[in-house]
């Protein structure tokens, strides 16, 4: 999964969300390591609606301005989740890994002659 898609669904799984509202959650949530562009969102938003991960849920005028709101559907909170589960089985095998090597730095080599 693309990470806008991921942070994208992450928003939306906490709750009904318009475009700005999943960018400023998304700076949030990673600490203000990831930062959507508007350009990438909406486009995101579009592709997937059409692949019913998300879908509209109204509209308002706010200042002049119309704001979409979009919720996750139910195919969206599996796909999230599966990712999610994903991210956590890669995240064990790093830690694992770390770990062995760690400890092969710090156990001495013995050479046998």
């Known amino acids: 999964?693309?990470?806008?898609?991921?942070?994208?669904?992450?928003?939306?799984?906490?709750?009904?969300?318009?475009?700005?509202?999943?960018?400023?959650?998304?700076?949030?949530?990673?600490?203000?390591?990831?930062?959507?562009?508007?350009?990438?969102?909406?486009?995101?938003?579009?592709?997937?609606?059409?692949?019913?991960?998300?879908?509209?849920?109204?509209e308002e005028i706010v200042n002049g301005r119309a704001r979409r709101y979009y919720r996750i559907t139910e195919e969206g909170s599996d796909r999230l989740a599966a990712e999610v589960e994903l991210l956590e089985q890669f995240a064990r095998a790093a830690r694992a890994s770390m770990s062995t090597s760690r400890a092969a730095a710090v156990s001495p080599r013995v050479a046998v002659v």
Do not use: C, N
Not at 13 to 38: C, F, N, P, Q, W
């Open 1 to 58: 999964m693309a990470q806008p898609v991921f942070w994208i669904l992450t928003a939306l799984a906490g709750g009904r969300r318009h475009g700005y509202e999943i960018m400023r959650e998304t700076a949030d949530a990673s600490g203000e390591r990831v930062s959507l562009k508007a350009t990438t969102v909406y486009a995101a938003l579009d592709r997937l609606e059409r692949e019913q991960l998300i879908r509209a849920d109204g």
